[in-house]
């Protein structure tokens, strides 16, 4: 497949139109919960509301923009590269959702685990209420390095066009989970990623970190441990929240965490463990105040 056909692809496929129809029910559904809430008085942080509705405006414009073709680009070369080849049809694109739910679990999991990553997705969990607009809170910074998690997915033979709408789809399926509103779902909060599951994952609960990284399925998480229903009443938010409705510092406050720390270091070896490693490593001449009042404290799940 050409860049050009893949370019045509985006712009020509009825696929495309399922997803755009996806992404306006999922508008309706998010402004919808806002004025139902303004209008019952629901106890909301409205500035923090504002921001994440900012945020997403943003992040459509950047999308617009060369930053929304960077994963198009760096994926074409694996697809040059590899001797496979999976064809598009209505089973495949079955086959290509479960495995972006698999690479989006991995890709998740990851980013709640390397500090460089975290400081991205951090501004996910950063809000400390729990609605519909939290879905919309989404670092800019993230698309720009994600497509590297869909290496794999072209190396198997999907098409670069597949495993990027697969992951599209898999994350405009999460829009409807960030609510209050639906409470436990029974047998399907076991198999599915339902506002019960999810809300467990945005917790800061001691026995919530660390769980729920599905996308749509609860599948991976049986599989590798990191399962938990929800038991005791969440508490959203980072366990040291970052207390700014500004966008800008939602979305670069990790970084200068990491800035901090990194200048303290006596050593490269130090420094790039700071960037690359755990969330929670720090030197051991660290004073133990400072280890534990920065990244361990600004981590979520």
């Known amino acids: 497949m050409s860049f050009a056909n893949l370019i045509s692809l985006f712009e020509e496929s009825r696929f495309m139109d399922y997803i755009a129809y996806f992404f306006l029910f999922n508008l309706t559904i998010v402004f919808l919960e806002i004025i139902l809430d303004w209008t019952l008085r629901k106890e909301r942080r409205w500035k923090d509301t504002g921001a994440n509705i900012v945020i997403f405006l943003i992040n459509q414009l950047l999308e617009k923009t060369l930053v929304g073709a960077v994963g198009i680009i760096a994926l074409m070369p694996f697809h040059y590269i590899t001797p496979l080849s999976i064809p598009m049809n209505i089973w495949t694109w079955v086959l290509a959702i479960l495995a972006a739910d698999f690479t989006y679990y991995w890709m998740h999991r990851i980013e709640h685990e390397h500090r460089i990553l975290w400081a991205n997705h951090s501004v996910h969990h950063s809000s400390e209420d729990y609605n519909l607009t939290v879905s919309m809170r989404l670092s800019i910074v993230e698309p720009l390095i994600e497509w590297i998690f869909l290496i794999p997915m072209i190396l198997i033979g999907f098409s670069p066009f597949q495993a ?138």
């Open 164 to 301: 990027i709408v697969g992951l599209i789809f898999v994350a405009q399926f999460q829009t409807w989970i960030h609510t209050e509103r639906i409470g436990k779902l029974g047998w399907l909060d076991w198999i599915f990623n339902t506002p019960s599951v999810h809300r467990v994952h945005h917790g800061s609960n001691n026995k919530y970190l660390d769980k729920n990284y599905g996308g749509i399925t609860m599948i991976w998480d049986h599989l590798f441990g990191t399962y938990q229903k929800e038991e005791e009443k969440v508490v959203y938010g980072l366990t040291k929240n970052i207390h700014t409705n500004n966008p800008i510092k939602i979305n670069f406050i990790e970084y200068k965490h990491i800035w901090d720390d990194v200048k303290k270091c006596k050593n490269r070896k130090d420094a790039l463990r700071i960037i690359f490693g755990g969330l929670v490593w720090r030197p051991d001449y660290f004073d133990e105040k400072e280890t534990f009042s920065s990244e361990k404290a600004n981590r979520d799940y």
